[in-house]
């Protein structure tokens, strides 16, 4: 393979790693973020953190090392997996916010603690979907990139996660 997708794929990786690492961290450590839409929020962050160790890592091992046919290998069957359940992860996130605005007043009443741990159960014991094609210098960046761009959004867009990191960095009370 190239030397640019390498060089992609790792940085990518990295930040993959890094940023819902510290997302899982943020919301585990912080009692107020442990929220009904944060449950969704660290299993994506979980399934993303996955796909960040296994995608690029397996690949570069599969192409550089053991020389394995890609689509027989556990190594294939794991990356695919942890994709599928990142896709599937989103969808639960969606679903949930979904009904947060349209149904805002039944809202606490229909999610309700078993309802969301059905829904996170079902993101990851579902992900089995089709036999992707095998176009992996398109695909695997763009996967990554999903799962690096995921813990950007969260810093970004919720409140409480981008107020709990300033004070991190910042070391402000």
């Given amino acids: 393979m190239e030397t640019w997708f390498w060089i992609v794929g790792w940085f990518l990786s990295i930040l993959t790693i890094t940023g819902n690492g510290f997302i899982i961290f943020l919301v585990t450590s912080k009692r107020n973020l442990r929220t009904k839409t944060n449950a969704f929020v660290v299993s994506l962050a979980l399934a993303d953190l996955c796909v960040g160790i296994t995608v690029v890592p397996t690949l570069f091992v599969c192409n550089k090392v053991a020389g394995c046919n890609s689509e027989d290998?556990?190594?294939?069957?794991?990356?695919?997996?942890?994709a599928f359940a990142s896709v599937m992860n989103?969808?639960?996130?969606?679903?949930?916010?979904?009904?947060?605005?349209?149904?805002?007043?039944?809202?606490?009443?229909?999610?309700?603690?078993?309802?969301?741990?059905?829904?996170l159960s079902l993101s990851w014991s579902l992900p089995d979907?089709?036999?992707?094609c095998n176009d992996v210098y398109y695909k695997i960046?763009?996967?990554?990139?999903?799962?690096?761009?995921?813990?950007?959004?969260?810093s970004f867009f919720k409140r409480d996660v981008k107020k709990e990191i300033k004070r991190r960095i910042w070391c402000a009370k």
């Fill in 129 to 132: 979907g089709p036999k992707p």
């Fill in 90 to 119: 989103l969808c639960s996130l969606v679903l949930d916010r979904f009904i947060a605005v349209v149904q805002p007043l039944r809202y606490l009443s229909l999610m309700t603690r078993r309802r969301i741990i059905q829904m």
């Fill in 141 to 154: 960046p763009i996967l990554v990139l999903n799962s690096a761009v995921n813990p950007l959004a969260y």
């Fill in 73 to 82: 290998n556990m190594m294939y069957i794991v990356r695919n997996f942890f």
